[in-house]
C-alpha cells in the first residue's frame, strides 16, 4: 500500500464550480498536511497548509483534514481559469523532514 | 521563503552520457532535496543533501547514479549518471523542512531531460 494515494485522473469543471480534491493515507505518523499547486513547466508552490484534524480556510480555499479516516480534502469555490494546474497533496511526519506526495490531479477550468 | 535557481531548465541527452543539475539558494540553508516527477507518479524523493555530510538516498536510489555535491549552505549539484530513457523524467530541487517551519518547503522550477 502505498503512503499517499491520489487519484490522479484530470478534472474538467466549468467556471464558477466547485473543485474537490483528497487524498488517503496510510501513516499515522502523518501530522502536518499541504497542498501544493503546480502549474506547467514549474515547480511546485505550497498552496494550504494544516497541522492534525480541522478545517482551515484561506479566501476559496478550504482544507480538510480527518485523522481518524486518514483523508484529506481541499476544495475550491467559484473556480477560475487561472486555478488550472496540476494539484499535489503533500505531508510528512513531526520527527522527519521527509515529504510523502500523491500523484497530483490535473485540474482544468473552462471559461 | 528561499528562491531557488534551477538549471538546466530542458535539456535532451544522448544514452550513457552524464548530465549535472545545479540549484543555487538565495539564502543559507540545511537541507536540500532532490525529486524525480515522471508523467503520472507523484514527486518521488531521490535524496537528502546536508552541507558537509554524505546525502542519504531513498530507497531505489543509489550514489552511482546519482551523485550529489553539496559544497555549501547554498548551493547543490544532481548528476544523473549512465543515462538511459527509463531516466527521461523532470528532476526537482527542493529546500525546507526546518524544524521552525515545518511546511517551507520552496522547489525549483524542475530540469525536463530527455534521453534518447
Known amino acids: 500500500q502505498k503512503e499517499v494515494e491520489q487519484d490522479p485522473g484530470p478534472l474538467s469543471v466549468p467556471e464558477g464550480a466547485i473543485v474537490s480534491l483528497n487524498c488517503t493515507y496510510s501513516n499515522s505518523a502523518f501530522q502536518y498536511f499541504m497542498w501544493y499547486r503546480q502549474y506547467s513547466r514549474k515547480g511546485p508552490e505550497l498552496l494550504m497548509y494544516t497541522y492534525s484534524s480541522g478545517n482551515k480556510e484561506d479566501g476559496r480555499f478550504t482544507a480538510q483534514v480527518d485523522k481518524s479516516s486518514k483523508y484529506i480534502s481541499l476544495f475550491i469555490r467559484d473556480s477560475q481559469p487561472s486555478d488550472s494546474a496540476t494539484y499535489l497533496c503533500a505531508m510528512r511526519a513531526g520527527g522527519n523532514n521527509r515529504l510523502a506526495f500523491g500523484k497530483g490531479n490535473q485540474v482544468v477550468v473552462i471559461p | 521563503s528561499a528562491v531557488i535557481s534551477q538549471k538546466p531548465s530542458r535539456d535532451i541527452c544522448q544514452r550513457g552520457t552524464s548530465l549535472t543539475i545545479q540549484c543555487q539558494v538565495d539564502?543559507?540553508?540545511?537541507?536540500m532535496f532532490w525529486y524525480r516527477q515522471q508523467p503520472g507518479q507523484s514527486l518521488t524523493l531521490i535524496a537528502t543533501a546536508n552541507q558537509g555530510s554524505e546525502a542519504t538516498y531513498e530507497s531505489g536510489f543509489v550514489i552511482d547514479k546519482f551523485p550529489i555535491s553539496r559544497p555549501n549552505l547554498t548551493f547543490s549539484t544532481l548528476t544523473v549518471s549512465n543515462m538511459s530513457p527509463e531516466d527521461s523524467s523532470i528532476y526537482l530541487c527542493?529546500?525546507?523542512?526546518?524544524?521552525?517551519?515545518?511546511?517551507?518547503?520552496?522547489f525549483g522550477s524542475g530540469t525536463r531531460l530527455t534521453v534518447v
Open positions: 539564502s543559507q540553508v540545511t537541507m
Open positions: 527542493s529546500v525546507g523542512g526546518e524544524l521552525e517551519d515545518p511546511y517551507g518547503y520552496t
